[in-house]
């Protein structure tokens, strides 16, 4: 199983860019297909956005659709999240996760594998 551990979080204006990585530990990573999930203040965390593990394959929520591009380079063992436009509701506890399973089930965001352990992104107006 991988470890995995997010960077690229901070403090940013709105309309401002922020790149999320979230780098895996193990030899597997290529095995999974991973996520992104957010955690608002005093909100339920929500999905993302999640890529299959070939990176062929992309989901966005609509609140991200067209600002928020979710990437992966499994001979990095990374995951990334491009963020533009950004807006103060975008402020968050930022996470991926991964699971070796189709992408339904991490669009469901229940029954993931491996989690890590966040990174705060917060957007001032």
């Known amino acids: 199983q991988v470890q995995l551990a997010e960077s690229g979080g901070g403090s940013v204006q709105a309309g401002g860019s922020l790149t999320l990585s979230c780098a895996a530990s193990?030899?597997?990573?290529?095995?999974?297909?991973m996520g992104w999930f957010r955690h608002p203040p005093g909100k339920e965390r929500e999905f993302v956005a999640a890529?299959?593990?070939?990176?062929?394959?992309?989901i966005h929520t609509d609140s991200v659709k067209g600002r928020f591009t979710i990437t992966r380079d499994n001979a990095k063992n990374t995951v990334y999240l491009l963020m533009n436009s950004l807006k103060p509701e975008d402020t968050a506890v930022y996470y991926c996760?991964?699971?070796?399973?189709?992408?339904?089930?991490?669009?469901?965001?229940?029954?993931?594998?491996?989690w890590g352990q966040g990174t705060l992104v917060t957007v001032s107006s």
């Open positions: 193990g030899r597997t990573f290529s095995a999974y297909t």
């Open positions: 890529i299959s593990w070939d990176g062929i394959n992309t």
């Open positions: 996760a991964g699971v070796r399973g189709p992408m339904g089930v991490v669009v469901a965001g229940t029954d993931l594998e491996v």
